[in-house]
C-alpha cells in the first residue's frame, strides 16, 4: 500500500528500513531517507502509525507484525507472523 502519494512510498518500503536499522527510526529518518512527509505532509499520520507499529512488533517487521507478547493462546516466537495481523503490503 502506498503510504506516502508525493513521494510513491509504500508501506513496505518503511518497514524494510525499521528491520535495517539498528536503532530506533523516527519520522526524520522516513523524511531524508525516503522522503516520506516532504512536500504536503498528509502521509504523517499512516507513517507515523507504522512506526509505532513496528516499535510494538514482536515479530518481523517487513513480514508481518504481531504484538508484543502474542495473541491470547499464541505465542510469538523469532520470525513468527500472526496471520490477519498488520500484514506487510
Ligand atoms: S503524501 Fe507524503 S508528502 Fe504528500
Given at each position: 500500500m502506498?503510504?506516502?502519494?508525493c513521494n510513491a512510498v509504500r508501506e513496505r518500503q518503511i518497514r524494510e528500513l525499521v528491520a535495517q536499522s539498528d536503532s530506533r527510526v523516527r519520522m526524520r529518518d522516513l523524511r531524508e531517507q525516503l522522503?516520506?512527509?516532504?512536500?504536503?505532509g498528509k502521509c504523517a499520520?499512516?507513517?507515523?502509525?507504522i512506526l509505532r507499529d513496528c516499535a510494538d512488533c514482536a515479530g518481523d517487521p517487513v513480514a508481518g507484525h504481531a504484538p508484543a507478547g502474542g495473541f491470547a493462546g499464541i505465542p510469538?516466537?523469532?520470525g513468527t507472523t500472526a496471520a490477519g495481523a498488520c500484514?506487510?503490503?
Open positions: 502506498i503510504v506516502c502519494v522522503g516520506v512527509c516532504g512536500d504536503c499520520r499512516r507513517a507515523r502509525g510469538v516466537t523469532a500484514a506487510a503490503t
